[in-house]
């Protein structure tokens, strides 16, 4: 056996060894990221209120078609203040949308001295497939469920002879829209993480596809009551969501699968070598 080779089991305990610092020396690294990640949220911030009433015109798209194909007028009202307070907090969440790029590159660099390279190089599609799988989950919400929640509503209104003389009218106020919108974006964007989580923890031995299979039937009903607890009540936007949620599980399955004969060949790989 070559000197390389008998070293070769040995290279992964080296580059921790390599990486260890003091610990003042990781708190000064924690601190100096994390100020550039919150100087990356406050410029994202900065950014984003310049433009928050463009981008909130550009969020009330669905609402503004759905009214209009009902033929009412579009009207969003607002208390006080309330319009100012609303786009400071579409600016601070399109800030720290903006910033997610710097923020999640900022933990990642901070966390990477303490892995093994196969295990830098494992992290790294994982961190790119999160801000993709919140876009899309974002868009379903803006494109599909949106259109369909205000329709919704704006159906829910009646007029003075069909309610007992009693007029029904929606009256959307512009941050009770901003919270449902929000709250849809980040329950639809979380939930397609759900393949990143589940590949995760079988990265990390502590599930497998065939776990995933057995307890199916006990998933699919937590996805449904986590769907009704965090969409509007109708039944609509609640099954788009267990649906959506359920195919994205199916979909770790698969990625479960993969993860579990790719950590198989690297242990053969590693057998091998230390042989």
């Not at 309330?82 to 720290?96: C, K, M, S």
């Not at 639809?188 to 057995?214: D, E, H, M, S, Y």
């Amino acid at each position: 056996m070559s000197e390389a080779e008998g070293q070769a089991p040995h290279s992964e305990e080296d580059e921790l060894k390599a990486s260890s610092a003091p610990l003042l020396e990781h708190l000064t690294e924690l601190r100096s990221r994390i100020i550039v990640s919150l100087v990356a949220v406050a410029v994202g911030f900065v950014i984003c209120f310049t433009f928050s009433i463009q981008l909130y015109e550009f969020l009330v798209v669905p609402f503004k078609n759905a009214v209009d194909a009902a033929g009412v007028e579009p009207k969003l009202y607002f208390a006080p203040l309330e319009f100012f307070f609303t786009r400071v907090r579409l600016a601070a969440l399109g800030g720290i949308a903006l910033a997610f790029p710097v923020v999640a590159y900022e933990i990642y660099k901070f966390v990477a001295p303490g892995l093994y390279r196969r295990e830098r190089k494992a992290a790294l599609p994982f961190i790119a497939a999160m801000p993709v799988l919140f876009t899309a989950g974002a868009a379903l919400v803006y494109f599909v469920m949106m259109p369909f929640v205000m329709r919704f509503a704006v159906g829910m209104e009646q007029q003075p002879g069909e309610a007992g003389g009693v007029s029904i009218e929606l009256l959307t106020r512009v941050g009770d829209y901003l919270s449902l919108l929000t709250t849809l974006i980040m329950a639809f964007g979380f939930a397609f993480q759900l393949p990143v989580f589940l590949t995760l923890l079988a990265r990390g031995g502590l599930i497998n596809a065939a776990f995933l299979k057995k307890h199916r039937k006990i998933a699919i009903v937590v996805i449904f009551v986590i769907a009704a607890f965090l969409t509007p009540p109708d039944p609509i936007s609640q099954l788009v969501l267990g649906l959506s949620i359920i195919a994205l599980y199916e979909i770790s399955v698969f990625c479960v699968r993969l993860a579990e004969r790719k950590a198989g060949a690297e242990a053969e790989d590693a057998t091998k070598a230390s042989a």
